[in-house]
Nanobody, 125 residues
């Protein structure tokens, strides 16, 4: 059974940092790209970042470029999202999901097969 579990969310002040983790089980983790998405209340789920199977390619939304870093540890079936210089606009539920690759439309939730339950990130003073 495919399972993705996000963790690491919480409450942080503006300018602070968090590291999210996405731990997978039930499939050959190294064969799949992993995307991070987020959804704020009243907004569509949007793509944040994607990492290819071997970490050779990474992609970021313009809104997080330079502040967020995606990485993966295939030996431990985990993908990380290091988030620095957090802003109130980053407040959302963050989800990870699997896809065969990070294509040109990596930011589109269509094509991602399996999703985690999400972890809440709140940026507030």
């Amino acid at each position: 059974q495919v399972q993705l579990v996000e963790s690491g969310g919480g409450l942080v002040q503006p300018g602070g940092s968090l590291r999210l983790s996405c731990t997978a089980s039930g499939f050959t983790f190294g064969y799949y790209a992993i995307g991070w998405f987020r959804q704020a209340p009243g907004w569509e789920r949007e793509g944040v970042s994607c990492i290819s199977t071997t970490s050779g390619s990474t992609y970021y939304a313009d809104s997080v470029k330079g502040r967020f870093t995606i990485s993966r540890d295939n030996a431990n079936n985990t993908v990380y999202l290091q988030m620095n210089s957090l802003q109130a606009e980053d407040t959302a539920v963050y989800y990870c999901a699997t896809d065969n690759w990070c294509g040109t439309s990596w930011w589109d939730r269509v094509g991602y097969d399996h999703w985690g339950q999400g972890t809440q990130v709140t940026v507030s003073s």
